[in-house]
């Protein structure tokens, strides 16, 4: 029997007998028997952590929607296991971030953050095309998401100027403070999307990242230095261009959760 003061640690997932290169499943949901015996321990103890094993993204709604803890440990190798023990005992703080999208359910695949618009009337976030009627557009976790035992809070980007010519680098700053009582480790991500161009671009493509260290209470500001070759791409004839325009530039700890300035770019 499980008393309810007790926490159960139920390790899920997949593994090569599985899931592999050349054998795939029909859905990325946890395996039926494995999505069983969690509702059943549930149904006796429904304080619950989860750890996730796997190499992939899986739909794991329902265990979002009940599960008060989840560790997602990919394929950890041999030390996972001590690894995984210091987060769940609180002697590392995690901080961990996704390098893909998960789905809410197998419907909204392919899901990913660098979409492209359609150009249709009423284009939603989230979706280039699709409108999802019974679930939400959004993915479950988004591209750069991950928790923490702190928690921290972002000021509004600053650009040092607003016009920059492209043999200029663009300066953007962002404040981050740690506003919980753990010290912790936090990745602030930029992004940019380039408002008009002449060829569809991705509404927001991940250009800089830091990971940087606060104690509990403590404020820093981080700085982006971007070159102009970082807004460009290729055209039609395989060109690299970088051309004129407005950009927005996006700060934040993940790629749904940012906050936007523009700048632009002339000749």
């Known amino acids: 029997a499980v008393s309810e003061c007790e926490t159960v640690v139920a390790v899920m997932g997949i593994n090569k007998s599985i899931e592999r290169e050349g054998q795939d499943r029909y859905d990325i949901q946890l395996p039926a028997d494995q999505r069983e015996f969690l509702q059943e321990i549930y149904k006796v103890n429904p304080n ?6 796997a190499g992939s993204s899986l739909a794991v709604n329902w265990m979002d929607e009940h599960i008060p803890a989840i ?18 005992f609180g002697d590392y703080n995690p901080s961990g971030r996704l390098t893909i999208s998960f789905p809410r359910v197998e419907g909204q695949v392919p899901v990913y953050y660098n979409y492209k618009k359609s150009g249709r009337p009423g284009d939603m976030p989230h ?18 998401y991950g928790l923490s035992y702190t928690t921290f809070s972002y000021s509004v980007p600053q650009s040092t100027q607003k016009e920059y010519t ?8 962002v404040t981050v403070t740690n506003t919980g009582d753990r010290d912790g480790e936090e990745t602030v991500q930029l992004y940019v999307n380039d408002k008009v161009a002449s060829v569809v671009r991705p509404v ?9 260290f606060l104690k509990a209470g403590e404020s820093k500001t981080v700085q982006f230095d971007i ?5 460009g791409f290729y055209d039609a004839a395989m060109n690299y261009v970088v051309e004129p325009g ?22």
């Open 48 to 53: 619950i952590i989860v750890v996730l094993v």
């Open 71 to 88: 560790v997602n440990a990919w394929y950890p190798g041999e030390q996972g296991g001590t690894a995984v023990a210091d987060v769940l």
């Open 127 to 144: 979706s280039s095309t699709t409108r999802h009627i019974d679930v939400p557009n959004a993915p479950l976790y988004p591209f750069g």
């Open 166 to 173: 492209r043999q200029e680098t663009i300066s953007v700053s």
């Open 204 to 212: 927001k493509e991940l250009k800089a990242f830091k990971k940087i």
């Open 227 to 231: 070159s102009p070759l970082a807004l």
């Open 246 to 267: 407005e950009f927005e530039i996006m700060t934040g700890c993940n790629s749904n959760d940012l906050q936007t300035i523009s700048v632009k770019l002339i000749n």
